[in-house]
């Protein structure tokens, strides 16, 4: 091969060589751009670094009340005077007139079973009763008559007109119109308690509320076979279950060792746990006389002194036993805040509130001390304010919370 042609084989590796500061400017381009990576990481420490760590506390909602407690329980709402309403004697429901919720008022008619049989029972009482009566009519009439005879052969004999024989007919006669009398008034009374009974055995096929309340559960459906006893197969023993609301109290456990601390009487604040934002003022209506022996607790009753259609029956409940009696101002809700927060800047009262990561001097206006809290306002339930340590901060500090990650 010719010596020129291999030549053109080799790699003229002058000519691949970079134009003269063509990969300089690359290389200070890199450079620069770490310079600003790491620049901008050293901004983010220091300003991070600067920011203060502080610790902060919520604005709640206080109720006065909870500055006099003296002990607290929970327990449940249960009504005094509850029934389990079911029928004297065995049938098949007809009729249900009420649901779950419904206001029954005491003897109203609320479900009835079947009773055909019933009536047709007052429908022969009532033609028995006619027919003793009709008896006795008859009878009084023949008591009429043989008294008249009576009376008439009486005159007679002490005359010696009639002969001694027929005056002892006539006197028999008198006997027993009277003794038939005496039956027929018997069989009229005799009926006429039958029909009496009639009437109850069918007023027993009338359930009916025995007092004023409210239908908590319905039991029974129509086509049920309705038993005192709900011995039979799928009988049904009650129909509905109501309670008078009027009788709603709490009964809530208190340990042994708090009892002394209870009194009869004594007033109390409930909270239940379906009305969070919601106080009844209550007393305690008994303490009952015995103990239980496996919560090492004496159950205790709480009436409400002001009722509330919102409260119902087996509600969750917690109950305040407070030193003295609550008035209606108690009850209500105030904003408050530790004191422990409040500083006072420019002459001016105030917490340093937090918003983002900064914080914000905010004037507020210190109220009546409840407790451990002080009522402010200017404020509102849940805002958080910085604790501590407020001698490090001013109006606008960046701030970091102690919770968030270094």
Avoid at 344 to 365: A, N, Q, W
Wanted: charged content about 25%; hydrophobic content about 45%.
């Amino acid at each position: 091969m010719p010596t020129d042609s291999l030549d053109r084989l080799i790699i003229d590796k002058s000519r691949q060589k970079l134009p003269p500061g063509r990969g300089n400017n690359r290389l200070r381009i890199v450079i620069l751009i770490s310079a600003l990576v790491v620049a901008a990481v050293l901004l983010f420490l220091f300003v991070r670094e600067r920011s203060i760590l502080i610790e902060t506390t919520s604005v709640t909602q206080v109720f006065p009340t909870q500055s006099f407690t003296k002990l607290n329980a929970s327990g449940y709402v249960v009504a005094q005077r509850k029934a389990a309403v079911a029928s004297k004697i065995t049938g098949r429901l007809e009729w249900l007139g009420v649901e779950e919720g419904n206001r029954v008022s005491a003897g109203q008619v609320i479900a009835r079973l079947e009773n055909l049989d019933l009536e047709a029972a007052i429908r022969q009482a009532e033609a028995a009763l006619k027919v003793a009566r009709a008896s006795l009519e008859q009878a009084r009439a023949e008591l009429a008559d043989a008294s008249q005879s009576y009376n008439r052969q009486k005159d007679l004999l002490r005359q010696g007109i009639v002969a001694k024989a027929d005056f002892d007919a006539v006197e028999a006669r008198y006997r027993r119109a009277t003794a038939g009398v005496s039956g027929g008034e018997a069989n009229v009374e005799n009926s006429a308690a039958a029909l009496r009974g009639a009437k109850v055995a069918y007023d027993y096929s009338m359930i009916r509320a025995p007092f004023n309340g409210v239908v908590l559960t319905k039991n029974a459906d129509v086509g049920d076979i309705i038993t005192p006893l709900g011995a039979a197969a799928n009988a049904k023993a009650a129909v509905v279950t109501i309670a008078d609301l009027h009788s709603l109290q709490v009964e809530a456990d208190v340990s042994e060792s708090n009892l002394a601390q209870v009194q009869q009487g004594q007033s109390c604040e409930i909270t239940l746990d379906s009305l969070p934002n919601s106080r009844f003022r209550g007393a305690v209506y008994t303490i009952v006389p015995t103990a239980d022996r496996t919560k090492a607790s004496v159950l205790v009753k709480i009436r409400f002194i002001d009722s509330d259609p919102r409260i119902l029956p087996e509600m969750s409940a917690k109950v305040a036993f407070l030193d003295h009696g609550a008035t209606l101002d108690d009850e209500r809700p105030r904003t408050a805040v530790s004191p422990l927060a409040i500083v006072r800047s420019d002459g001016h009262e105030g917490v340093y509130l937090v918003k983002g990561d900064r914080i914000v001097f905010t004037p507020v206006k210190p109220g009546a001390k409840l407790g451990d809290m002080v009522e402010i306002s200017g404020l509102k339930s849940g805002d958080k304010v910085a604790l501590k340590p407020l001698e490090k901060l001013k109006d606008g500090s960046r701030i970091r919370l102690n919770d968030e990650k270094k």
